[in-house]
């Protein structure tokens, strides 16, 4: 189990490092926020290695320079949802998710 964690982990930060490699590829931050939101939906240490190693950033980027991706947009905000059920969501705000959900939610009301 522990190793199944340290795999968990180091694939978060290579996730994220890719993100940040590659910010105006398209296909690259659809399948890093789909990755990252997987791997937090019921992990409390993926989340916790999520925010620790900037995955917070890269998403709010990639939501940022992909605002017209329906994929993008809809894997990164299932992601931030996954991170706001425990104990991020002051943390969360700080760094400008409620602005980034607000700009999706008009930029994809349909």
Sequence with gaps: ??????????????????????P??????RMGCG?????????WSNK????????????????????????VQKHACSCLYNLVAGKFPALLMERGVVAAVLTTIDNHSQ
């Excluded at 105006?24 to 931050?29: G, L, N, P, W």
């Design 24 to 29: 105006r590829h398209v296909r690259v931050q």
């Design 1 to 22: 189990m522990q190793a199944h964690a340290i795999q968990n982990g180091a694939s978060i930060a290579m996730v994220v490092q890719t993100m940040k490699q590659f």
């Design 48 to 71: 916790e290695k999520v925010v620790e190693v900037g995955g917070v950033e890269a998403l709010l980027r990639a939501m940022r320079l992909h605002a017209k991706d329906v994929d």
């Design 35 to 43: 990755s990252l939101k997987d791997m937090t939906l019921d992990s």
